[in-house]
T-cell receptor, first 113, second 117 residues
Framework: NAGVTQTPKFQVLKTGQSMTLQCAQD?????MYWYRQDPGMGLRLIYY???????DKGEVPNGYNVSRLNKREFSLRLESAAPSQTSVYFC????????????FGPGTRLTVL | GESVGLHLPTLSVQEGDNSIINCAYS??????FIWYKQESGKGPQFIID?????DKRQGQRVTVLLNKTVKHLSLQIAATQPGDSAVYFC????????????????FGQGTELSVKP
């Protein structure tokens, strides 16, 4: 099992460009999450999908959109990147959105110039 | 609201000593808590969890204590080793009672543990 995989690992964008971060899990988990992590800070939830077919906003959703493509895949889109979106992005999955652990991917380091 | 300070709390211990990392959580309705370890350049890794109906749980070399009265969580690491050097995060699960969707994890700021050989 690969667990949670993310692509790309690194990305540099110019202000105003768009891109999609990809995430996939092979653990047959129902719930998937996108977080961002800024230097010296914890992880902040951007969006999540408690189950296939549903998505909900987290703490910091502005400037992002998500798509739960199927049970395995959950993508995060930046329509018009801004320097404030420079961060490390982590995808995570969980068997159920409840009393069980989340498994994290290795992260995508995004720089917006 | 957002955290402004970028200075992580730090804890420095001698190899072989016990470490205690503390965390205050905010929501008295949170029903599940997890400790994660994050090494530089990697994603967070699960260490141990505890449900709100418990006050103590032990794993291999780690113990989590939960005090719901003061909304405090602690992680104890016995015989700390250089490989334990990392940032440690606590996370609380907040259930979505309206939609009964189980919940989402909200993370604390983190504590950087440094182990001196």
């Amino acid at each position: 099992n690969a667990g949670v995989t993310q692509t790309p690992k690194f990305q540099v964008l110019k202000t105003g460009q768009s891109m999609t971060l990809q995430c996939a899990q092979d653990m047959n988990h129902n719930s998937m999450y996108w977080y961002r992590q800024d230097p010296g800070m914890g992880l902040r939830l951007i969006y999540y999908s408690a189950s296939e077919g549903t998505t909900d906003k987290g703490e910091v959703p502005n400037g992002y959109n998500v798509s739960r493509l199927n049970k395995r895949e959950f993508s995060l889109r930046l329509e018009s990147a801004a320097p404030s979106q420079t961060s490390v992005y982590f995808c995570a999955s969980r068997l159920l959105a409840g009393l069980n652990e989340q498994f994290f991917g290795p992260g995508t380091r995004l720089t917006v110039l | 609201g957002e955290s402004v300070g970028l200075h992580l709390p730090t804890l420095s211990v001698q190899e072989g000593d016990n470490s205690i990392i503390n965390c205050a959580y905010s929501n008295s309705a949170s029903d599940y808590f997890i400790w994660y370890k994050q090494e530089s350049g990697k994603g967070p890794q699960f260490i141990i969890d505890i449900r709100s109906n418990m006050d103590k749980r032990q794993g291999q070399r780690v113990t989590v204590l939960l005090n719901k009265t003061v909304k405090h969580l602690s992680l104890q690491i016995a015989a700390t080793q250089p490989g334990d050097s990392a940032v440690y995060f606590c996370a609380e699960n907040r259930s979505d009672k309206i939609y009964n969707q189980g919940g989402k994890l909200i993370f604390g700021q983190g504590t950087e543990l440094s182990v001196k050989p």
